[in-house]
């Protein structure tokens, strides 16, 4: 009979009991390490706020997901192991087709790493991911081919690249587009109509007497009037119009595939709506109009500029004519 701790043996002990003895002592210590080590790894699966999971490709059956699932999706690790169509599911539906094919080009690349798309959590919430896989490479030929990744929680990532690119793209002042951002948009526009040979048209739109009510009313309200410009222009444009504010009292605003006409309807439109603006200030109250230049795309047009120049000159030609006026150049 060995004794209870094998470090206590105190009998006679023949060499080939003693080399025994020495066996189970180190088995003994190495069950003890790995225990360690496996609780060890187990904490730090936990710890760790990513998917690492584990796929059978062939048979479409999750082999491994670590405890962030439950946390991140809000859903039964259990449930998944089952069927894979639990992850399948919760992914955002615009977002499904491609991560598809992005799983499956693993299985070309032997490994995708620019992987992001959105699920949708048991509770409701949209999460975006970055999910990493590789083929598993040690696996025998002829051996079920394993795909294993990390899908890791970067929705806060995402929202912060999302307020970033909009303080860059937005006039914070009216949170319309901002001068440069409008005229990416312009560009990109006019690009599309030169290249589809379809039409659009171009507003340049000033404050009319901005100067006066600064200097009568105050800068808090002469920033309302340009917010409240703004509202209209959004209000009074079309889906798909590009609108911004491009100078102190000065707007501007694109419309893709707009012909003349309907380009003059929406700036009426747009100029109705100002007129209608009242304002308040220490019991005084007063109205604003507004100067439009307006001007439709030309064959002879090769740039954005030569737009710009025109609807420019047109704006200035209301301003002469004796303002609150649209011109069409």
Not at 48 to 54: G, Q, R, S
Not at 266 to 279: G, H, K, N, T
């Amino acid at each position: 009979m060995v004794p209870k701790n094998l470090q206590d043996a105190s009998f006679t002990q023949s060499p080939d009991t003693a080399q025994t003895l020495m066996a189970l002592m180190h088995a003994q210590s190495e069950v003890a390490r790995l225990s360690e080590r496996e609780q060890l790894f187990s904490s730090l699966l936990v710890s760790v706020n990513a998917v690492l999971w584990a796929f059978n490709w062939e048979t479409r059956q999750v082999l491994y997901v670590s405890p962030a699932y439950e946390r991140i999706f809000g859903r039964s690790a259990g449930s998944l192991l089952s069927d894979y169509n639990e992850w399948r599911d919760s992914i955002y539906p615009d977002d499904l087709d491609y991560a598809e094919r992005s799983l499956a080009e693993v299985l070309v690349k032997g490994a995708v790493e620019d992987r992001e798309y959105r699920i949708i959590a048991a509770d409701g919430q949209v999460r975006w991911l970055s999910d990493k896989c590789f083929i598993n490479r040690q696996a025998e030929p002829g051996q079920p081919v394993i795909i294993v990744g990390i899908a890791e929680d970067i929705t806060e990532k995402k929202r912060m690249e999302a307020e970033l690119q909009r303080l860059a793209t937005t006039d914070v002042l009216t949170q319309s587009s901002n001068r440069r951002h409008f005229f990416e948009c312009a560009q990109r526009e006019f690009a599309q109509a030169r290249k589809q040979g379809a039409p659009m048209a171009f507003l340049l739109l000033d404050i009319d007497d901005f100067k006066g009510v600064n200097d009568t009313y105050g800068h808090q309200a002469g920033d309302n009037v340009l917010q409240r410009i703004a509202e209209s222009g959004r209000a009074a444009l079309r889906r798909g119009d590009v609108f911004g504010r491009i100078g102190g009292e000065e707007f501007a605003a694109v419309f893709p595939g707009c012909a003349p006409d309907m380009a003059m309807q929406v700036a009426e439109r747009l100029q109705w709506q100002i007129q209608q603006l009242s304002f308040s200030h220490d019991d005084q109250t007063f109205g604003i109009t507004v100067s439009q230049g307006l001007t439709s795309l030309t064959p002879e047009d090769d740039s954005l500029d030569s737009v710009f120049a025109r609807a420019d000159a047109a704006m200035y030609e209301a301003k002469r004519q004796g303002k609150n006026r649209i011109i069409s150049g």
